[in-house]
């Protein structure tokens, strides 16, 4: 959709000639015709082609992040904003459904009423997905850049970007994703290597993920609740 949405926009803005002098454009279709080239010498040509055909779709995402969003800063601030606020959603989503626990059943409904099918592990708004952990630890920090922008006072800022990065942390570590909770942590870790400006910040909210990690872990029955239920 975001592709036909984006053929139509270049179309009567008249973008083309720009769009196609766009040396990431033209790497793009060399790659995607490649790949139709190459597709003749499948096992099974017409699998091959239906594959390759609808591959275009990952290849103009980024193109259209670019031109649309990424050039357009009031696009960019709009993409911003509906990212954190969605962060935020599953982030108190997910946490809602971690409090709403059943030894015997698992996790239950979330706040749209969604349940996971698998024991203890959390689905937040996205049905029966296993995705709420990787979904915040991804967009988490990009979300983060909306507080940067709008609220301009240092002290409220740093304040309310430490609940939002502990919150991403601890959601990240209780929806039962190691590799999202790791690759959160490890992002945490090269901005406070990195970004000076706000190292106190990343270094306060990666203290606090893993305090209270620490406290849920030893509190929560999920992970203290060995009782042998009969069937």
């Known amino acids: 959709f975001l592709f036909i949405f984006f053929l139509i926009y270049i179309f009567l803005k008249k973008f083309f000639k720009i769009f196609l002098k766009n040396n990431l454009v033209k790497f793009s279709i ?38 649309l969003v990424f050039n357009n800063e009031r696009y960019l601030k709009i993409t911003i904003g509906i990212i954190f606020f969605s962060v935020i959603f599953v982030c108190l989503d997910s946490f809602y459904q971690f409090m709403n626990y059943d030894p015997e059943y698992g996790f239950g ?30 967009f988490g920090l990009i979300g983060l850049i909306f507080l940067f922008i709008n609220i301009k006072d ?6 309310i970007s430490i609940i939002y990065l ?26 406070i290597t990195f970004y000076q400006k706000k190292r106190l910040v990343f270094l306060v909210s990666l203290l606090l993920i893993i305090l209270l990690s620490i406290l849920i872990n030893k509190t929560h029955p999920i992970y203290n609740d060995y009782k042998i239920l009969e069937s």
């Not at 040509?45 to 992040?65: G, Q």
């Not at 502990?166 to 901005?191: D, N, P």
């Open 154 to 159: 240092q002290k409220k800022q740093n304040m």
């Open 30 to 67: 060399i790659f995607w015709l490649f790949l139709i080239f190459i597709s003749l010498f499948s096992e099974n040509i017409v699998l091959a082609y239906r594959d390759t055909l609808i591959f275009i779709r990952f290849l103009a995402l980024p193109i259209f992040l670019i031109f």
């Open 109 to 138: 409904q979330d706040i749209l009423g969604f349940s996971p099918n698998w024991y203890g592990r959390l689905t937040g708004p996205f049905y029966q997905e296993l995705i709420p952990g990787a979904y915040i630890s991804k």
């Open 166 to 191: 502990t919150l991403i942390g601890i959601v990240s570590y209780v929806s039962g994703e190691k590799m999202a909770f790791a690759t959160f942590l490890l992002g945490t870790v090269f901005l």
